[in-house]
């Protein structure tokens, strides 16, 4: 079965400062991989996918992602983070040809002036 | 492209009450998906159309809950009796499916949050 584990429910940093947060699947097939950003009271939108090539992912905002399969893990990085990236995160999985997608639990991302 | 959109965004009811939450997906969009998400947790898969087809069914639908997309177009969501347990926020996401892509982006409307009293 599949499974996603965003380690730290809440992450704070300062403007301007390195942003990381942690994604860790399980998966019994080749995955596809997924960042999405929620803002309050709006519905998800998609930062970057992983399907097949490059493991180094680039998505909007400055954001980017490496999927490292000996460490089965998709972790999420930004250089400098900005005041509107504060929201929360979520990493996602789905199987390879297939349409279901699991969800983490979701990071908060805090982002100090 | 105008988005994803549901309707109503919030819902009152007591409980016992059936609700109906209406999605319209974006125009080209052939399938269609519904979430449920509760606080502090990400989105929990409920059910999933390809065109008007009902392919898939989380158990976490119980025999309360239905979903229809007739014509392959909107799609609605009922809960019949509705318990507290219900209150959540019910996300719809849509997606363009085509032969050869190894896997399609997901596009999400804002939710509607339910509340049962």
């Known amino acids: 079965a599949q499974s996603v584990t965003q380690l730290g429910s809440h992450v704070s940093v300062s403007e301007g400062a390195l942003v990381l947060l942690r994604c860790n699947y399980s998966?019994?097939?080749?995955?596809?991989l997924f960042w999405y950003v929620q803002y309050p009271n709006q519905g998800l939108q998609l930062l970057l996918k992983?399907?097949?090539?490059?493991?180094l992912v680039k998505g909007i905002n400055g954001f980017e992602a490496e999927f490292k399969k000996s460490e089965t893990s998709f972790h999420l990085t930004k250089p400098s983070a900005h005041m509107s990236d504060a929201a929360e995160y979520f990493c996602?999985?789905?199987?390879?040809?297939?349409?279901?997608?699991?969800f983490g639990a979701g990071t908060r991302l805090f982002v100090k002036a | 492209d105008t988005g994803v959109s549901q309707n109503p965004r919030h819902k009152i009811t007591k409980r016992g009450q059936n609700v109906t939450f209406r999605c319209d997906p974006i125009?080209?969009?052939?399938?269609l998906y519904w979430y449920r998400q509760t606080l502090g947790q990400g989105p929990e898969f409920l059910t999933y159309?390809?065109?008007?087809?009902?392919?898939?069914k989380s158990r976490l639908l119980s025999d309360r809950f239905s979903a229809e997309r007739p014509k392959g177009s909107f799609s609605t969501l009922e809960i019949q009796r509705t318990e507290q347990g219900d209150s959540a926020m019910y996300l719809c996401?849509?997606?363009?499916?085509?032969?050869?892509?190894?896997?399609?982006?997901?596009?999400f409307g804002p939710g509607t949050r339910l509340t049962v009293l």
């Open positions: 996401a849509s997606s363009l499916a085509l032969a050869g892509v190894i896997t399609d982006t997901q596009y």
């Open positions: 998966s019994s097939v080749p995955p596809y």
């Open positions: 992983y399907t097949t090539g490059a493991t």
């Open positions: 996602a999985v789905t199987m390879t040809g297939g349409f279901k997608t699991i």
């Open positions: 125009s080209e969009h052939n399938r």
């Open positions: 159309f390809q065109n008007e087809a009902q392919l898939e």
